[in-house]
């Protein structure tokens, strides 16, 4: 592993556990697995920012016609291992009773939550910066026509610009049709030192084809991996080394 620089590994700036903006509205602070309710998060009153390790997360919308926030939670996740520049995964999963609980009913049960994604100003004056994104989750789906899903759109924030589309999914087949997990780096595809906040519209479908059919999942993972800028690298005089990252495990 390639030693952090020191103000990378070391940043004087401590998070609070509670960090207020504006008014009375508190940014949440989760550690890896503490639970926060989806309903809570993005009901009324709520600022809807949750800070998980360097990363604030910013709920912007969460919308569906079958499912209610209130039965689904928000849960911190930030990996145990670290890449090779010593900086971790950090993202959330999303967990709760998926699936199509209507079956025969020949409606797609969906929902779609968009959301921020942004490195913590003190990590980004620091040098640390998004790269990739990595989808998984634990769909299942059983009979003619059925299917589990998720899908996201992802922009970089800062420039409006179109970054790429995720897919996960199983579709019942003989056997099914499988894609677990799917990650791009977006570093890699365009050749870039890493961006500072993704902006994220994950859409989730579950459909049973028919009333013996099933189409179900319990969580969702979304987790993002970033590197130091190459200004951060030459403190350590380690500019001019180029390394294949490895993605945390």
């Given at each position: 592993m390639l030693p952090l620089p020191r103000s990378l590994a070391t940043l004087a700036l401590a998070v609070p556990a509670v960090m207020f903006a504006g008014s009375a509205q508190a940014v949440i602070v989760l550690g890896n697995g503490d639970t926060i309710?989806?309903?809570?998060?993005?009901?009324?009153?709520?600022?809807?920012?949750?800070?998980?390790?360097?990363k604030l997360f910013s709920f912007e919308s969460f919308t569906s016609s079958q499912f209610d926030a209130a039965n689904f939670s928000v849960i911190g996740f930030i990996s145990a291992g670290t890449n090779q520049y010593g900086l971790r995964n950090v993202g959330f999963d999303l967990t709760g009773p998926f699936g199509d609980g209507t079956l025969g009913d020949n409606l797609v049960h969906e929902m779609n939550i968009q959301?921020?994604?942004?490195?913590?100003?003190s990590y980004y004056s620091n040098g640390v910066r998004l790269c990739d994104a990595?989808?998984?989750?634990?769909?299942?789906?059983?009979?003619?026509?059925?299917?589990?899903?998720?899908?996201?759109?992802?922009?970089?924030?800062?420039?409006?610009?179109?970054?790429?589309?995720?897919e996960v999914y199983d579709i019942a087949n003989t056997p099914n049709i499988t894609k677990l997990p799917h990650e791009i780096d977006f570093c890699e595809l365009y050749a870039t030192d890493g961006y500072r906040a993704f902006e994220v519209n994950k859409a989730l479908k579950f459909f049973a084809g028919n009333a013996t059919g099933f189409a179900t999942a319990s969580f969702v993972r979304q987790e993002f991996s970033q590197i130091p800028s190459p200004g951060a690298l030459a403190l350590v005089g380690l500019g001019g080394l180029v390394a294949r990252r490895r993605r945390v495990a």
């Open positions: 309710n989806l309903g809570v998060l993005m009901g009324n009153g709520s600022d809807r920012k949750v800070i998980i390790d360097d959301y921020e994604v942004s490195v913590l100003p990595r989808l998984t989750f634990n769909g299942a789906a059983g009979g003619d026509g059925s299917f589990s899903r998720v899908d996201e759109t992802i922009w970089d924030l800062d420039t409006n610009t179109y970054l790429g589309q995720m």
